[in-house]
């Protein structure tokens, strides 16, 4: 087979590849030599810390598969640590609660369509409740231990902390039915890595699934950039709900597929592919899942949201692999099936027809300071903010540049692929 690199696929990503590095390189250079773990290397955690500091934010690029080996990117199952001295003190300062708004795997927020654009800035949006544009929102104790953290999967799993929170939890649910969890980085949590070096392993396993179904060989960079370019057309392409769009991981895989073998054979091992890889990164959150359990017993019901391109079927598919069956909560909800999503705050009134409840029936958590706590709180849910620690932002940034980097150096290859925020 003639590799992708040598088609118009991999002449546009170069092309784009040579204006990402030279802005990054107007942004900052070097700050020193990479180490032979990308995502542990000086240089890029010093340029993450001083991302953070700053309040900026980047494109993103997949680590880079130099024929199919990348000595120089994490170890398939390794996450990037960063120590608690990584993260810059918490400044106790404000935060706009309309700002923040997630972007989508790839792309920016005009791929979801203009109205969920315009809800990422908050400006307001057909369907949801006029909210309080700009209103600032002060970290409370329970932010505050959480933005600090040199470990947010251990804070959850620590006792006393565990308690605090089910003592916030059950003071919001009074008087409420229905308690709902974002997914991602909440009742999952996600490891250290970025979500370049996910891709990356993402790609390695499909590179190996196509040159067994195909019989030929494959290149990791080849399925990498086969990948993104799905993302982005499934992104972009995707038919509009009330003038958003939202990505889907078959159609994702169907691309890709068709790019590489030409038909659309390897959809479905694509799709298989993918969540092994998401299982080896996610562990279950102890903490919630006991609220969980303490709330269906108490006869409330709970509810799951998620903005990703995974559709229910996908994420309930790694909820069970963690141990959490669909027995252990009512419906759940991806924007991948609804085409609306929790930054829009569209998918909100959807949730509440489905469950035939008024918005003060709900309460509801996850790590978005836009998805899981401005638009719910707009829509009159109760609403509890449970941000990532200033920490894992280091860690993941720090994997994000140094594989970006390795990428670009090893293909001349940079994806538009947003830097963790």
């Known amino acids: 087979m003639t590799a992708l690199s040598d088609t118009k696929i991999d002449r546009h990503a170069r092309t784009r590849a040579a204006r990402k590095a030279r802005a990054a390189r107007r942004r900052g250079g070097d700050t020193g030599p990479e180490t032979q773990n990308a995502c542990t290397a000086s240089g890029p955690e010093a340029e993450a810390e001083a991302e953070i500091a700053a309040g900026t934010t980047g494109s993103d690029a997949r680590p880079p598969a130099a024929e199919g080996a990348a000595p120089d990117l994490?170890?398939?199952?390794?996450?990037?640590?960063?120590?608690?001295?990584?993260?810059?003190?918490?400044?106790?300062?404000?935060?706009?609660?309309?700002?923040?708004?997630?972007?989508?795997?790839?792309?920016?927020?005009?791929?979801?369509?203009?109205?969920?654009?315009?809800?990422?800035?908050?400006?307001?949006?057909?369907?949801?409740?006029?909210?309080?544009?700009?209103?600032?929102?002060?970290?409370?104790?329970?932010?505050?231990?959480?933005?600090e953290a040199a470990d947010r999967v251990a804070l959850f799993a620590d006792r006393g902390f565990a308690a605090r929170l089910g003592d916030r939890l059950e003071t919001l649910c009074r008087g409420?039915?229905?308690?709902?969890?974002?997914?991602?980085?909440?009742?999952?949590?996600?490891?250290?890595?970025?979500?370049?070096?996910?891709?990356?392993?993402?790609?390695?396993?499909?590179a190996h699934v196509a040159a067994d179904r195909l019989g030929r060989e494959v290149r990791t960079v080849d399925a990498l950039v086969a990948r993104h370019l799905g993302t982005r057309a499934t992104y972009r392409a995707a038919p509009t709900a009330q003038g958003c769009r939202e990505g889907s991981l078959t159609e994702l895989h169907r691309?890709?597929?068709?790019?590489?073998?030409?038909?659309?054979?390897?959809?479905?091992?694509?799709?298989?592919?993918?969540?092994?890889?998401?299982?080896?990164?996610?562990?279950?959150?102890?903490?919630?899942?006991?609220?969980?359990?303490?709330?269906?017993?108490?006869?409330?019901?709970?509810?799951?949201?998620?903005?990703?391109?995974?559709?229910?079927?996908?994420?309930?598919?790694?909820?069970?692999?963690?141990?959490?069956a669909p027995d252990r909560y009512d419906r759940?909800?991806?924007?991948?099936?609804?085409?609306?999503?929790?930054?829009s705050g569209l998918i909100f009134p959807l949730v509440e027809a489905a469950l035939g409840l008024p918005p003060t029936a709900f309460v509801h958590a996850g790590d978005s300071m836009q998805g899981d706590f401005a638009q719910p709180a707009r829509r009159g849910w109760a609403a509890l903010h449970l941000p990532l620690s200033r920490a894992e932002l280091v860690a993941r940034r720090t994997c994000h540049i140094a594989s970006a980097r390795a990428l670009d150096e090893a293909h001349a290859i940079a994806l538009d692929i947003a830097l963790p925020r």
Do not use: W
């Open 176 to 206: 409420r039915q229905v308690l709902s969890l974002d997914v991602f980085d909440t009742l999952l949590l996600r490891d250290g890595s970025s979500e370049l070096t996910r891709f990356h392993e993402i790609a390695d396993r499909m």
């Open 255 to 324: 691309t890709a597929s068709r790019l590489l073998a030409g038909d659309d054979r390897l959809t479905e091992a694509f799709v298989a592919a993918e969540l092994d890889v998401e299982e080896g990164r996610l562990s279950p959150n102890p903490a919630l899942l006991a609220q969980i359990d303490r709330m269906r017993e108490a006869g409330r019901k709970v509810v799951l949201i998620t903005d990703m391109y995974m559709h229910a079927e996908h994420v309930a598919d790694l909820l069970a692999r963690h141990g959490i």
């Open 74 to 147: 994490p170890a398939p199952g390794a996450g990037a640590a960063a120590p608690a001295s990584a993260a810059p003190p918490h400044d106790g300062t404000t935060h706009d609660a309309a700002a923040g708004a997630p972007a989508p795997a790839a792309g920016d927020a005009g791929d979801r369509g203009p109205e969920c654009a315009a809800a990422a800035a908050g400006a307001p949006v057909r369907g949801a409740p006029a909210g309080r544009r700009g209103t600032l929102h002060r970290l409370d104790a329970l932010e505050t231990e959480l933005t």
């Open 332 to 343: 759940l909800f991806s924007s991948a099936d609804t085409r609306v999503s929790k930054a």
